[in-house]
């Protein structure tokens, strides 16, 4: 998602660039009506083209499969049938490839395990066997033939029924109009007697036409029916296991990058408290230790003990609100995140642009914390390593996606890696299933741009 980065006044409502205006309704139409016929295209050469594949790979899976199985009892079964589900992963590239125009998404390869370094012979020779994904590609194989049958028939009837209405006046005249004879019009007389509008050569061309216009109008969304029939199936054995196997390590990932970013939060303010306030109560302890043997001897020095205190006290107080802030924010939760974005970029010792989609409403709190934090995080590395002279801030939504985007005009050699001040902020973003990246040559500029769903 690319968020906006020209920079406005310090102010929380200062408008993010403008939105591309929508295109006119002729244009979204003509549009819409050319992405039909290219998707229609798509699924009718998926759907005539399947059958070929389905056929030869059905036929050499299961051949391979068949004497693999029965010569296994001599070993020479091993290779033949690791060779089968070899043949059957190749099939199974080629239906993804083809999947990713049907499905109009992303359909990526599962990692297939490589035998070990060290393994023998046999073990290298069989490691497709004891690969699951090789096993459900050559089910795909398998049942993929009779959904590609179903597909290429229904394709070929719409398809047939379609030219064949359609272009019916232009080669009518060539059909004997002699009732011994079987065909179209023998049936459209038929048809028109039982309409009770006749059965002459007008009407038979007229019900013809309108028979072909109908499966015309139908015949992109029975293609597209029979196409998704087809692939439904297909990417539930070839992708969605690996998927589901993708998205259940991505969930571990983001609950280690959670953990991880706890466990940091919670280093850092015990730091902060043992190197702030708790030297502070400590000092404040001692000042009131000796003010109270100052008080019978020299009662002026209690007083500038005293005085000495209080302003121990207030300074203790201020970091505590300061530490509170860096945990829960109250201006977040009371005034919503522009208004806590606008107070950070106050307080930044580096003059901040502040540029936020005007239309940005409430996120959901774990959205608004994350981006309070990056925004928070980067704005502390820029006033304490940066030597930069400007910052520009921009926060914006789009694409159910939270983008923010930090850039400074200092040295630059910021980086994600650990033992940087950043690589927290990275597992943070990460918990909430987003993404961090960081530019920063060596003299400037740096760039910290965020992504984080919202949606």
């Known amino acids: 998602m ?4 020209s920079a406005s006044a310090q102010s929380a409502d200062a408008p993010a660039a403008s939105v591309p205006a929508a295109a006119p309704p002729e244009a979204r139409s003509g549009t819409a009506v050319g992405r039909l016929v290219r998707q229609l295209g798509v699924d009718t050469g998926y759907n005539l083209m399947g059958l070929i594949v389905a056929v030869l790979s059905f036929s050499l899976c299961i051949t391979f499969f068949a004497a693999g199985i029965g010569t296994l009892v001599t070993l020479l079964g091993l290779p033949i049938l690791a060779g089968g589900l070899l043949i059957a992963r190749g099939f ?7 999947l990713r125009g049907v499905l109009r998404r992303p ?21 497709p066997i004891a690969s699951g994904q090789s096993w459900l590609d050559f089910a795909a194989a398998v049942l993929d033939l009779p959904f590609a049958i179903f597909a290429f028939v229904l394709t070929v009837v719409w398809w047939s029924i379609t030219l064949a209405g359609v272009t019916y006046p232009l080669y009518q005249w060539s059909i004997p109009s002699d009732h011994g004879v079987r065909g179209i019009e023998v049936n459209n007389e038929s048809l028109g007697q039982f309409l009770g509008i006749g059965d002459g050569t007008g009407v038979r061309i007229a019900l013809t036409v309108a028979i072909g216009l109908f499966f015309l109008l139908t015949l992109p969304f029975v293609v597209r029916l029979a196409a998704l029939a087809r692939a439904s199936v297909a990417r539930a054995l070839l992708f969605g296991v690996a998927e589901l196997r993708q998205q259940i390590a991505e969930l571990k990932e983001q609950n280690q990058a959670a953990a991880s970013a706890e466990a940091d939060a919670l280093r850092r303010l015990e730091r902060d408290i043992h190197d702030g306030p708790q030297q502070r109560l400590v000092r404040l302890a001692m000042d009131l230790g000796r003010a109270r043997t100052q008080l019978d001897r020299n009662p002026e020095a209690v007083r500038a003990t005293l005085d000495e205190a209080i302003g121990q006290t207030r300074e203790t ?17 009371d005034r919503g995140l522009p208004s806590a974005l606008a107070a950070l970029a106050g307080r930044c010792p580096v003059p901040v642009d502040l540029a936020v989609d005007p239309k940005l409403t409430r996120l959901p709190s774990g959205v608004e914390t994350a981006v309070y934090f990056v925004v928070a995080e980067a704005l502390t590395n820029v006033a304490k390593h940066s030597a930069a002279s400007t910052c520009a801030v921009t926060v914006a939504v789009a694409a159910k996606k939270a983008g923010v985007v930090v850039v400074d005009d200092g040295t630059g050699g910021a980086s994600l890696a650990k033992g940087h001040g950043l690589a927290g902020l990275d597992d943070r973003v990460r918990a909430v299933g987003g993404t961090l990246s960081v530019t920063s040559p060596i003299g400037g500029p740096t760039e910290i741009r965020a992504e984080i769903p919202c949606g």
Request: overall charge positive; aromatic content about 2%; proline content about 14%.
């Open 317 to 333: 107080l201020d970091e505590l609100r300061a530490l509170s802030r860096g945990i829960a924010p109250p201006i977040l939760t």
């Open 92 to 98: 199974a590239d080629l239906h993804r490839v083809q």
């Open 107 to 127: 359909i990526g390869r599962p990692l297939y395990p490589k035998a070990p370094p060290r393994a023998g012979r046999i073990r290298r020779v069989a490691n």
């Open 2 to 5: 690319s968020v906006p980065t």
